[in-house]
């Protein structure tokens, strides 16, 4: 198995409605990460989890919150967000311990009424 | 962290080469430089990378300047399937984190190819 699974592919949310983004991959990767990716604009990173620790954040609003529940699985739950968060949210994971590519997912298309 | 500067925009014909430049003149000694693309509607995808010498794959050739301040992507045929937003990254360290790196996105070369 050599992708990264993202569901849903689409959301549409209202901004008062909590739900959750599932990111899977089965390729051994310790190193995961949440990208944002407005329309016509370049992947951002948002979040890095490393051997399942948050690693990095990229000073996301506390309305995104990551959780890398095992070395597989990444999830953003996403509460009171606003119509400016809607995005195409981008899955990622990589090797660690060496410099090598990074796969990432579909994403999921997030569209907040 | 260093840089990329690519062009907004390039063109191609089928079945020719296609040279994708970079420059990234504040490369540290210690960059990798990455080259990712990104299909309409698809997450991005892998492509090649570098450190030094140039990289041969099945995707493409990556020729790095001896100064290391500039790279290019060779596609050697281009086809209809190739058309896509190519980005050139430098892993971009993070040394107060576990996870050590990341890629940062700049805004990328939008590659059309015409029949």
């Known amino acids: 198995d050599t992708e990264v699974t993202q569901t849903p592919k689409h959301l549409v949310m209202g901004m008062t409605n909590k739900k959750s983004l599932k990111c899977e991959q089965h390729?051994?990767?310790?190193?995961m990460y949440w990208y944002k990716q407005k329309a016509k604009k370049p992947p951002e990173l948002m979040f890095v989890?490393?051997?399942?620790?948050?690693?990095i954040n990229e000073s996301v609003p506390s309305r995104f919150s990551p959780e890398c529940p095992n070395s597989s699985l990444l999830n953003l739950h996403l509460h009171a967000l606003q119509p400016e968060d809607s995005a195409l949210y981008l899955c990622?994971?990589?090797?660690?311990?060496?410099?090598?590519?990074?796969?990432f997912g579909s994403g999921t298309r997030l569209t907040v009424v | 962290d260093a840089k990329t500067t690519q062009p907004n925009s390039m063109e191609s014909n089928e079945e020719e080469p296609v040279h994708l430049p970079c420059n990234h003149s504040t490369i540290s000694g210690t960059d990798y430089i990455h080259w990712y693309r990104q299909l309409p509607s698809q997450g991005p995808e892998y492509v090649i990378h570098?450190?030094?010498s140039n990289v041969n794959n099945r995707m493409a050739s990556l020729a790095i300047a001896e100064d290391r301040k500039s790279s290019t992507l060779i596609l050697h045929r281009a086809t209809l399937r190739d058309a896509a937003v190519y980005y050139c990254?430098?892993?971009?360290?993070?040394?107060?984190?576990?996870?050590?790196?990341?890629?940062?996105f700049g805004k990328g070369t939008s590659l059309l190819v015409t029949p």
């Open positions: 989890y490393s051997y399942e620790k948050l690693s």
């Open positions: 990622a994971s990589r090797r660690t311990g060496g410099a090598g590519g990074y796969t």
């Open positions: 390729m051994g990767h310790r190193a």
């Open positions: 990254i430098l892993r971009a360290n993070y040394p107060n984190s576990n996870s050590g790196y990341a890629l940062n």
């Open positions: 570098g450190l030094t």
